[in-house]
Structures are given as C-alpha cells and as structure tokens.
Nanobody, 120 residues
C-alpha cells in the first residue's frame, strides 16, 4: 500500500525553527514531485513547497526565504526546514505527492498531517 508518513511537527516560539520529514514508499518517491500543503483553522488548504525528482524546488510566496525543501533519494524522504517561523505559519502540514510543481494532478496521496504551532 502506497503511503506517506510525516513527522517533526511541534510547538515553537516566533522566530524559531522546525524540520518536517515525510517518508514515502519508493514507488511514489521515484515518480512524483513531493512536497507540502498546510491548513490553518478556518482556512483552505494551501500549497507550501514542492521538489521534483531532479531537485528543482518551488515555494509559495509566503514562505520564500524562510523555508527550504530537500529530498534524500536513498531514504525516500522529503524534508521541510522551516526557519523564522511566525504565528501565521501555524497549521496542520500535510505531505503530498503530485505531478506538477504545485503537486496537482496524479494520484491522491496525502500524509496524515502534523501540527505546527507558533506561539509566544
């Protein structure tokens, strides 16, 4: 069964950092672009970042310069390093696989979600 398993969420003060991880089955990881969406309370789910099999990354404007996405092909894992976090980054973060660089199209593969809370 194809799956995405996330880890690394938590609580941090404004200005702090967190790193999220998403381990994928090999069949997903080697074929699709990988990345993250997030959903804050009362808001729609939104794109955060993606990286394709060639290592090319794409970011939402709201996280450019603060978040870095990377992938370890040997571990079938994608990472999201989040620096200089602010309260607006508080959300449930979901790992996703997709065809495009905003992770649209392709099979509907989502992780279970991990909570990120930024608060003083």
């Amino acid at each position: 069964q194809e799956q995405l398993v996330e880890s690394g969420g938590g609580s941090v003060q404004p200005g702090g950092s967190l790193r999220l991880s998403c381990a994928a089955s090999r069949n997903i990881f080697r074929v699709f672009a990988m990345g993250w969406y997030r959903q804050a309370p009362g808001k729609q789910r939104e794109f955060v970042a993606a990286i394709n099999s060639g290592g090319v990354a794409n970011y939402a404007d709201s996280v450019k310069g603060r978040f870095t996405i990377s992938r370890d092909n040997a571990k079938n894992t994608v990472y999201l390093q989040m620096n200089n976090l602010n309260p607006e980054d508080t959300a449930v973060y979901y790992c996703k696989a997709g065809v495009t660089m905003t992770l649209n199209l392709g099979p509907n593969y989502w992780g279970q979600g991990t909570q990120v809370t930024v608060s003083s």
